[in-house]
């Protein structure tokens, strides 16, 4: 069974909303999906704060997201509310952090997806999705794009062919159903080229040789 984790930043409860119906979305494709919310910053920048301390309470028993558990998923999804027309601090803070696992590749077989929330149309929900997928060059992932070829995208309020976007409007908890189905499709697409690369994996040999961890401790401690 292809292991999925959601790896997720909220602050309003939109992208929680998002990754939700990720995670529902996988479990119905046959995968094992797990949430997780990268840890907080000490002072994150909040514009409602009763929607942030409402989900601070709703997402109180989500686990925090580890880099083993990057390490022990199959598939990766990352979700993120746009700042300033790039990812969420938190998220970027997280991935900062993932050199002990990304440099001697453990992160290089992963099929990863990425879907964002922002507050208008054009607030930078792609341009946040393609900072990712910068970040996850640096993984050595797979990354997994939604496409344009499924009519679920071509619904009024989808389109992006990088990730699932949605539009919150200042509003906590207001993801369109459009983009929940977008989601859903989504997150079938991940797990399936998961499941492809995986049984691919099992069937043949790699010949590549991954930085030599030994070294890795002597120079950078990791």
């Known amino acids: 069974m292809i ?19 990720a995670a529902a979305a996988a479990v119905k494709a046959g995968a094992e999906a797990q949430l997780y919310k990268v840890p907080d910053l000490p002072s994150p920048m ?96 797979l990354i997994v794009p939604n496409g344009s070829s499924v009519e679920v995208l071509g619904l009024p309020n989808n389109g992006a062919p990088y990730g699932t976007c949605s539009v919150s409007r200042h509003e906590a908890n207001n993801v369109h159903e459009d983009n929940l189905a977008a989601l859903e499709y989504q997150a079938l697409r991940l797990v399936e080229v998961a499941t492809a690369y995986k049984i691919g994996r099992e069937q043949t040999t790699s010949a590549i040789k991954y930085v030599d961890r030994r070294l890795l401790a002597e120079k950078f401690g990791l």
């Not at 292991?3 to 119906?21: D, L």
Request: with cysteine; hydrophobic share 50%; glycine share 6%.
């Open 3 to 21: 292991k999925v984790a959601i790896i997720f930043h909220s602050r309003s409860g939109n992208t929680y909303q998002m990754a939700v119906a």
């Open 46 to 141: 909040v514009l409602d704060h009763k929607a942030y301390a409402e989900l601070n309470a709703e997402t109180a028993d989500v686990p925090v997201a580890t880099l083993a558990d990057l390490v022990a998923a199959d598939a990766i999804m990352i979700g993120t509310p746009v700042h300033y027309g790039l990812p969420a601090p938190q998220i970027l803070d997280f991935i900062d952090h993932s050199g002990p696992v990304a440099i001697p590749g453990d992160l290089a077989n992963k099929v990863v997806s990425v879907f964002a929330s922002g507050s208008m149309p054009h607030a930078g929900q792609q341009a946040a999705i393609l900072a990712l997928h910068n970040c996850i060059c640096h993984w050595g992932s």
